[in-house]
């Protein structure tokens, strides 16, 4: 079913074209990778059903408004929307099966850094912290990036550019391989740590800790969320949606706006380092370049 991709399902390019850039392909990488590593760190992972139904129902949606003919936009939006969800989980077990690397930590080097160029991340932190309207913004800033997911599936699909879509997809699965790879030869615990600051935000310190000593093998997948501190997978994000919106006149504002803010949160609301924002940025741009070449 989720074959969809390789049809002609792509308004504004051909049948093979389509295939080329099929995100379909991103998904058994990624998986055949996650198993890979999986077996050979000893982790499992495990409570997959109710997301395994979610994204059954959408590819049945895709295949069935499309094999019908009633609605290429309808059709399209089940198919990226089962690939986005069927990427998270597998990203996620990506970031989690990088994260136990056991190499020296590098925070010391990030602030470093930081105050290098002359960003400090406590004084950033206080001024939000006393701006509270500024505060909340910042918030739903950093926490759109479901909603910004969803709104690209929906708006692509609905004006026949799902190009635009499997391009956003691409680019973020190169990105994350890249990210990932980059965090567990460079790994950090985070700004919130380093600074002890907010500490009950770094929910993912739990689970870091135990990838580094090897005192839990099995993850319930409703339990994780992604693990990845250097680079910065937001900052990456909100350049990749940026860019994924570039010629859409009012919605490429709109956007770019948005994204803006959710940078100007990372660092917050993240618990992450400038240091992390520029390597991001730098990832965002490799992986834009490589789906371009």
Same mark, same amino acid.
């Given at each position: 079913?989720?074959?969809?991709?390789?049809?002609?399902?792509?308004?504004? #390019?051909?049948?093979?074209?389509?295939?080329?850039?099929?995100?379909?392909?991103?998904?058994?990488?990624?998986?055949?990778?996650? =198993?890979?590593?999986?077996?050979?760190?000893?982790?499992?992972? *495990?409570?997959?059903?109710?997301?395994?139904?979610?994204?059954?129902?959408?590819?049945?949606?895709?295949?069935?408004?499309?094999?019908?003919?009633?609605?290429?936009?309808?059709?399209?939006?089940?198919?990226?929307?089962?690939?986005?969800?069927?990427?998270?989980?597998?990203?996620? #077990?990506?970031?989690?099966?990088?994260?136990?690397?056991?190499?020296?930590?590098?925070?010391?080097?990030?602030?470093?850094?930081?105050?290098?160029?002359?960003?400090?991340?406590?004084?950033?932190?206080?001024?939000?912290?006393?701006?509270?309207?500024?505060? *909340? =913004?910042?918030?739903?800033?950093?926490?759109?990036?479901?909603?910004?997911?969803?709104?690209?599936?929906?708006?692509?699909?609905?004006?026949?550019?799902?190009?635009?879509?499997?391009?956003? %997809?691409?680019?973020?699965?190169?990105?994350?391989?890249?990210?990932?790879?980059?965090?567990?030869?460079?790994?950090?615990?985070?700004?919130?740590?380093?600074?002890? *600051?907010?500490?009950?935000?770094?929910?993912? %310190?739990?689970?870091?800790?135990? =990838?580094?000593?090897?005192?839990?093998?099995?993850?319930?997948?409703?339990?994780?969320?992604?693990?990845?501190?250097?680079?910065?997978?937001?900052?990456?994000?909100?350049?990749?949606?940026?860019?994924?919106?570039?010629?859409?006149?009012?919605?490429?504002? =709109? #956007?770019?706006?948005?994204?803006?803010?959710?940078?100007?949160?990372?660092?917050?609301?993240?618990?992450?380092?400038?240091?992390?924002?520029?390597?991001?940025?730098?990832?965002?741009?490799?992986?834009?370049?490589?789906?371009?070449?």
């Amino acid at each position: 079913m989720l074959s969809y991709g390789n049809e002609q399902v792509a308004g504004d #390019i051909g049948p093979r074209q389509a295939a080329g850039i099929a995100p379909a392909w991103i998904l058994l990488f990624l998986g055949i990778l996650d =198993l890979g590593l999986s077996w050979l760190a000893g982790y499992a992972f *495990t409570e997959f059903s109710s997301v395994l139904a979610i994204i059954a129902g959408m590819a049945g949606i895709s295949y069935g408004y499309g094999r019908s003919g009633r609605s290429r936009a309808i059709a399209d939006m089940g198919y990226y929307a089962a690939m986005w969800i069927a990427f998270t989980v597998l990203g996620v #077990i990506f970031t989690y099966l990088m994260a136990g690397s056991r190499l020296p930590l590098f925070d010391e080097h990030f602030a470093r850094f930081d105050a290098a160029i002359g960003f400090d991340w406590p004084r950033w932190h206080r001024f939000l912290a006393s701006v509270p309207y500024v505060n *909340t =913004l910042l918030n739903m800033a950093y926490s759109s990036l479901l909603l910004q997911i969803v709104l690209s599936v929906m708006y692509f699909s609905h004006i026949g550019q799902s190009r635009r879509n499997a391009e956003l %997809l691409w680019n973020a699965f190169i990105s994350l391989l890249l990210t990932g790879v980059l965090s567990a030869i460079f790994p950090a615990l985070g700004a919130f740590h380093y600074f002890q *600051t907010d500490l009950p935000q770094a929910v993912h %310190l739990p689970h870091l800790f135990a =990838l580094r000593d090897g005192s839990v093998r099995v993850f319930p997948l409703n339990q994780m969320q992604g693990i990845i501190a250097f680079p910065s997978f937001h900052t990456v994000m909100a350049i990749l949606f940026t860019y994924a919106f570039r010629g859409r006149g009012v919605w490429f504002l =709109l #956007i770019g706006l948005l994204n803006i803010l959710m940078l100007l949160s990372t660092p917050t609301f993240g618990g992450h380092y400038l240091a992390d924002m520029v390597s991001g940025a730098m990832v965002a741009g490799l992986a834009i370049y490589l789906v371009r070449r």
